[in-house]
């Protein structure tokens, strides 16, 4: 909760909280992750919604971070 758009996020932190937050299943996440071109080691919220956006749980997850 006291995360907000610019926290830096480690990858594996983000994939963990994106599934918490979302639902979102390990392979699909997965699935998602192998289809990038680029994967860094760190990311902000920002670059989280931004990347997920249109996919599942990208709407959950950027509500999650706006509310608080």
Do not use: H, P, W
Not at 15 to 39: H, W
């Amino acid at each position: 909760k006291r995360l907000s758009a610019e926290s830096i996020i480690n990858k594996d932190d983000a994939i963990t909280m994106y599934r918490v937050i979302t639902g979102a299943c390990r392979q699909g996440t997965q699935t998602f992750i192998d289809s990038l071109s680029e994967i860094k080691e760190e990311y902000t919220i920002r670059e989280i919604v931004k990347l997920t956006k249109g996919n599942y749980g990208a709407d959950t997850f950027k509500r999650f971070f706006e509310s608080n």
